[in-house]
């Protein structure tokens, strides 16, 4: 019965050291590819804070040149009216 209680107790220890021996070196990976994920990381907030830049120029451009749009088509709108009066006096 003693042989029984201490293969259980050393089996419970063995599985307990072995998830702490597991965890110290899952650690370990981690803290080697930390200064790459943070260098990852910084690599893609600047190239998001660039492409942030990039779209408010083309929201503006795009914004001047709806403007210019409606310009052309309120003259072009003119024009065609001005081309039907002369058409209807001639």
């Not at 307990?16 to 200064?35: C, F, I, M, P, R």
């Not at 210019?68 to 009066?85: E, G, V, Y």
């Amino acid at each position: 019965m003693s042989a029984i209680g201490g293969a259980i107790v050393s089996g419970v220890f063995g599985v307990w050291g072995q998830k702490l021996k597991n965890t110290s070196s899952n650690e370990s990976v981690y803290a080697e590819h930390t200064d790459i994920m943070w260098d990852r990381l910084d690599k893609i907030t600047d190239e998001r804070d660039e492409l942030k830049e990039q779209v408010i120029k083309l929201n503006a451009k795009i914004d001047e040149q709806s403007k210019i749009i409606d310009q052309l088509t309120r003259q072009m709108s003119a024009l065609n009216s001005k081309f039907q009066d002369w058409e209807s006096e001639n």
